[in-house]
């Protein structure tokens, strides 16, 4: 790449591709073979992906689990070489991708720092000049002078880091690293990544915050399985991720051929939206809010009538329980389920669920403003959450609730129909009802867990009928938190007062 190019990475036509065998014998075999037969598979780590970063851009790279996201970055670092393809780099590259992976055990860890300072090309002259301000930043006092063997994984991470983040790097190349540390050792990263980036800095991000994604990317690329689905500015590729989690991929072939229409054909996208050629949406800045988990309504008596079981019935019938708490499923039945709308949903796989049969919820739904069936929402924006309860035997005066936890089982909002005063009438076998909770997001940015039931009382006694404990996540994306689980809302206002003579 010539020197006087806009562009700090250059990514074209890259493909990884690993050889899976199924007996650690068939690569000897596949060795010694005189007509060459494979005994291999090929996997696709990465197919084909194309996409370029500017000097001086910060661009983020989202995608699930297995995307190739850690891949592609290894391979721009040149940890890894690509099966296929090519990248130009042009600036002194800085990764924060396995931190420490460079660090001798047995050495100081002021002699790491030299050492490691050498190995990006600088002198030791160099890195004296910039070792008060790796060593204030790790801040780990007199440890620096003793083996790194010694260390707390805490001082490993803060020095490794701090190396890192310190030798003005032209490119900055970081994996899912400002998770290290304390809260206040994570502040100071991202202060830090803020200042070098308002220097000029090139920054390549792998991350799963989104919130970060949306606050410091200038353009995003979206992958899948391998794969490039597209890249744009970051709400939108968060919103096209969002369906991607949901796997709505229906709906995501819709969004694409909509950015298709709109940029003239060049986005396209393959298989399950995964196996596109990216059109390059230019850079901008989107500003939004994130969606949140919730769980949990019942009472320590209920607690304990807990029963573990593997999942909310579709109550179609396609579904048998053999006795040990799996679920067998029935191909031909399968065909005949109607659409639900918790199959768009993330769903957790080891909930529990109990109650006295005399109803059920047999789906329900999470929509943002839009909407949207996800699990992730805006902050600051209205979600809804749906239930939709069948009863089985007659019930006088039933109760639909919802609750929503934190990771560690904290309640920290929740209301049911009777706080609300959206009372039901008495229902029979064989009623059906859909209950709509419509609410603004106010809840950090972080994970939550949602928990409902259809309770009631009868002759003063609290009576469950069904309820499903911790039944779905809920992220919310934030671009501001404030102190606490939720925001106040505050409408600030200052000014400066005269001083009176």
Same mark, same amino acid.
């Given at each position: ?5 806009? +562009?700090?990475?250059? *990514?074209? /036509? ?13 690569? &000897?075999? %596949? ?21 370029? *970063?500017?000097?001086?851009? #910060? ?32 600036? $002194? ?86 998770? $290290? ?8 990263? +991202? ?5 070098? !980036? ?18 410091? =990317? ?19 590729? *968060?919103?096209? +991720? ?17 950015? /298709?229409?709109? @940029? ?7 298989? /399950? ?14 500003? #939004? ?5 919730? @769980? ?6 209920? !607690? ?11 109550? #179609? ?22 659409? &639900? ?32 069936? #996800?699990?992730?929402? &805006? ?15 007659? $019930? ?23 706080? %609300? ?5 008495? *229902? ?19 994970? +939550?867990? &949602? ?48 001083? =009176?003579?």
């Amino acid at each position: 790449m010539p020197s006087n190019s806009e +562009y700090a990475i250059d *990514v074209q /036509n890259v493909s990884k591709i690993y050889r899976l065998y199924d007996k650690p014998i068939d690569r &000897l075999k %596949e060795s010694l073979s005189p007509t060459h037969k494979n005994y291999h598979k090929d996997f696709f780590a990465l197919n084909d992906i194309s996409f370029q *970063v500017k000097k001086g851009e #910060t661009v983020g790279i989202i995608g699930t689990n297995g995307s190739g996201k850690s891949t592609i970055l290894k391979i721009i670092t040149g940890v890894l070489t690509p099966t296929s393809g090519q990248v130009q780099v042009e600036g $002194v590259i800085s990764a924060l991708l396995e931190l420490g992976a460079g660090f001798n055990m047995d050495y100081t860890g002021i002699e790491n720092i030299y050492m490691n300072g050498t190995m990006m090309g600088f002198s030791r002259k160099e890195m004296e000049a910039k070792l008060e301000d790796i060593l204030e930043f790790a801040d780990i006092g007199d440890f620096v002078y003793q083996p790194v063997k010694t260390y707390s994984s805490g001082m490993f991470v803060r020095l490794a880091f701090a190396l890192a983040i310190n030798v003005e790097p032209e490119i900055l190349i970081v994996d899912e690293a400002l998770s $290290v540390g304390d809260v206040f050792f994570q502040s100071k990263c +991202y202060r830090r990544m803020e200042e070098i !980036r308002r220097n000029g800095t090139t920054i390549l991000m792998v991350t799963h915050d989104m919130g970060s994604v949306i606050k410091y =990317c200038d353009r995003v690329v979206l992958l899948n399985k391998g794969h490039f689905v597209a890249e744009g500015a970051p709400g939108k590729m *968060v919103d096209l +991720y969002k369906k991607i989690l949901a796997n709505q991929m229906d709906s995501l072939q819709e969004a694409l051929d909509e950015m /298709n229409d709109f @940029s003239g054909g060049m986005l396209e996208a393959g298989e /399950n939206g995964g196996n596109g050629t990216g059109s390059r949406s230019g850079s901008g800045r989107k500003k #939004t809010a994130g969606a949140e988990k919730g @769980s949990g309504d019942n009472t320590r008596a209920d !607690r304990e009538r807990n029963t573990k079981t593997d999942g909310i019935s579709s109550g #179609t019938g396609e579904e048998s329980r053999d006795g040990s708490g799996s679920v067998s499923r029935n191909p031909a039945a399968l065909q005949k389920r109607p659409h &639900l709308m918790k199959d768009k949903l993330t769903i957790n796989p080891s909930r529990t669920e109990y109650g006295d049969g005399r109803a059920e919820i047999y789906d329900l739904g999470l929509f943002d403003e839009h909407g949207n069936l #996800t699990n992730l929402l &805006l902050k600051g924006e209205y979600f809804t959450i749906k239930e939709k309860i069948r009863f089985h035997a007659p $019930v006088q005066a039933p109760i639909f609730t919802y609750t929503i936890k934190d990771r560690k089982g904290t309640d920290l909002t929740g209301t049911n129909t009777m706080f %609300e005063g959206a009372d039901i009438r008495p *229902v029979k076998a064989g009623d059906e009802y859909e209950v709509s909770f419509r609410q603004k997001m106010t809840l950090q940015g972080g994970e +939550y867990l &949602l928990s409902m039931s259809c309770t009631g009382f009868e002759l003063g006694e609290h009576t469950v009928y069904h309820r499903l404990y911790d039944i779905a996540s809920i992220t919310v994306i934030s671009n501001k938190n404030t102190v606490g689980v939720y925001d106040m809302e505050s409408e600030v206002e200052a000014q400066r007062l005269e001083k =009176c003579e």
